[in-house]
């Protein structure tokens, strides 16, 4: 399966993609890193690993429609089949996500349905929830909405930061999202379904 990976960022979602992609036996293989962002350093991270990478830079262009336009006709060029957002900090017009409905996905650091949005660790910390995680899941036009692939979580501990917590999550997150593309790639998660299982991978 070739897979088109869009990044605003570090990239560390990106590295555990890269490097599960790298066995030979995995079934999925990125072909292509977008970012909007020039200095991104998940770009590096891709060269590094050999694929292309291309920088549409959201500033350069007159609305979110048009920017997404360029974004759909770089991916369709590269054939890509699978689009993962990993750490893309851009919200998505509505036409670009239906037209990949069903094959584009998310991680977000929460257990979906809580914690949308933004600052999730903190949000986990001020509802006082034992259990906190993170989420791969199908991009519908609603943010952080989409049907449920996987999910992971760890332990709220006692005297947690929200850095101590982030920190814990991100190690979840970095062995979910390739166990998720796996599972995609194989054919194994079936159609977008908010019944999907449960995926909880040792913390």
């Known amino acids: 399966m070739k897979v088109g990976v869009l990044i605003s960022g570090r990239g560390s979602n990106l590295q555990a993609l890269l490097e599960s992609c790298a066995d030979p036996a995995f079934p999925a293989e990125i072909a292509l890193v ?7 350093r998940g770009l590096d991270r891709a060269r590094a690993a050999g694929v292309t990478t ?12 048009t920017f997404d336009a360029e974004m ?14 990993a750490g893309f900090m851009r919200l998505l017009s509505v036409g670009f996500v239906e037209s990949w409905q069903g094959r584009m996905i998310n991680i ?3 257990l979906l349905p809580a914690f949308k949005g933004l600052r ?6 001020a509802a ?4 906190h995680g993170c989420t791969v899941h199908y991009v519908t036009p609603a943010l952080d909405d989409g049907p449920i692939i996987a999910q992971g979580a760890v332990p709220v501990l006692a005297g947690d930061t929200e850095e101590d917590l982030a920190a814990r999550v991100l190690a979840v997150e970095h062995r979910l999202y390739p166990l998720a593309l796996k599972v995609i790639a194989e054919g194994k998660a079936g ?13």
Request: net charge negative; hydrophobic share 45%.
């Open 34 to 40: 977008i970012s909007n962002v020039t200095e991104a």
């Open 54 to 65: 291309l920088v549409i830079n959201h500033k350069d262009f007159t609305s979110r429609e």
């Open 72 to 85: 759909d006709g770089a991916l369709r060029a590269a054939g890509i089949e699978l689009v993962c957002l």
């Open 108 to 110: 977000h650091p929460s």
């Open 120 to 125: 999730t660790h903190a949000q986990a910390l």
């Open 128 to 131: 006082g929830v034992k259990l």
């Open 191 to 203: 159609a977008p379904d908010p019944a999907a299982s449960l995926i909880n991978p040792p913390v």
